[in-house]
């Protein structure tokens, strides 16, 4: 399979490093050997309570000046890390739409929920410049020379911290954490300047599709406030299967690759929250389109984010979700990228 620049990956050393609440950094590796990478200083904090997280005027301030639309939300498949190098269709997708929006509104932040960065709550960044971290190995050295300085965006950490307390959801600060892949790659084609601040929040290790779409109906106020929400993840992710062949970015997509993705798309355009929230059980080849399901659950986050699946007497009728991409990337990566307004 090519990957780039010549280089062929191997599958003993794809890794992604996962925040622990113990602060030690986890490696996440296929077949039966790491690749050694320098674990990430961590904050030490302990979860926060409500007495010790800023005032709430900055919610108010922001409640007093609302957005003249909504900002969307929206779940991105950021793939492989080579996306950043090797856009195929998603790339240049992800950039028209992103133009165009900006062109409207331009955001006054990006929220991003990632399963890179999964910890014991809902760890919030609070950096206010935080770093480009190249949390994988064995890829092309071009790929560890790309950064992505876009600022941190503390005050915006703070009313996220409120928000997600209020809602009864565990947290904390994390000062130390900086921009894993799932955010940066897709960044740099939706924002490439880099100059609209940028926080994240973890993945809580154990939630599961509500918890995770709670999470983002705790934070859809920020919409109001022109934040982008995104759920960065992966419609399809079956690495082993990936691994096992090796198969080039333009190859045949797998059927059940075909058939999981626009399963997903025919409940989300009838608005049949429940059978997505058991996709487990009712989707076609689910456990094999995700044999552990930490990717699939960023497009929870984007739905709560758009009260999407709420039913409302007094509510039009919510506007089906504006899909981006359904391209496949190497026969298994379904990179479906889609907004929802």
């Known amino acids: 399979m090519a990957i780039g620049a010549g280089a062929a990956l191997s599958p003993m050393r794809w890794v992604c490093l996962l925040q622990r609440a113990s602060a030690a950094a986890e490696l996440r590796y296929i077949g ?38 909504p900002s969307p939300a929206l779940f991105i498949s950021h793939g492989s890390p080579m ?56 890829f092309p050295e071009p790929l ?55 926080l994240q929040v973890a993945l809580p290790h154990g939630y599961g599709p509500a918890e995770v779409y709670a999470m983002g109906q705790a934070l859809a106020p920020l919409r109001q406030q022109g934040v982008w929400l995104v759920g960065s993840g992966s419609m399809t992710h079956n690495l082993h299967e990936f691994f096992s ?46 044999p552990t399901d930490e990717h699939f659950l960023p497009l929870f986050f984007a739905l709560g984010a758009a009260a999407w699946g709420q039913s409302a007497a007094s509510q039009a009728e919510p506007a089906p979700p504006h899909y981006l991409t359904r391209e496949v990337m190497h026969r298994y990566l379904a990179m479906d990228a889609l907004v929802l307004q």
């Open 245 to 290: 062949s090796r198969p080039a970015q333009d190859a045949e997509p797998a059927d059940y690759v075909s058939a999981f993705p626009r399963w997903v798309e025919q409940r989300l355009l009838a608005h049949e929250r429940e059978a997505l929230l058991n996709y487990r059980e009712l989707a076609p080849q689910a456990a094999r389109a995700h």
């Open 144 to 198: 560890y020379r790309l950064q992505y300085p876009a600022p941190g965006a503390p005050a915006l950490a703070q009313q996220v911290l409120q928000l997600l307390q209020a809602a009864g959801i565990a947290t904390r600060p994390d000062a130390q954490r900086p921009f894993d892949h799932g955010a940066w790659v897709p960044l740099r084609y939706l924002l490439p300047k880099a100059e609209v601040p940028v």
């Open 83 to 138: 996306l950043a190098l090797e856009p195929g269709q998603t790339g240049p997708a992800l950039a028209a739409w992103a133009q165009a929006e900006c062109e409207r509104q331009r955001p006054s932040a990006v929220l991003v929920l990632s399963p890179h960065w999964m910890a014991d709550c809902a760890a919030v960044m609070t950096h206010p410049q935080p770093a480009t971290w190249h949390d994988f190995g064995g």
């Open 32 to 69: 039966n050997v790491t690749f050694p990478v320098k674990p990430m200083q961590s904050a030490t904090s302990t979860h926060t309570s409500p007495s010790r997280v800023s005032s709430s005027e900055p919610l108010r301030q922001a409640a007093a000046a609302p957005q003249a639309r």
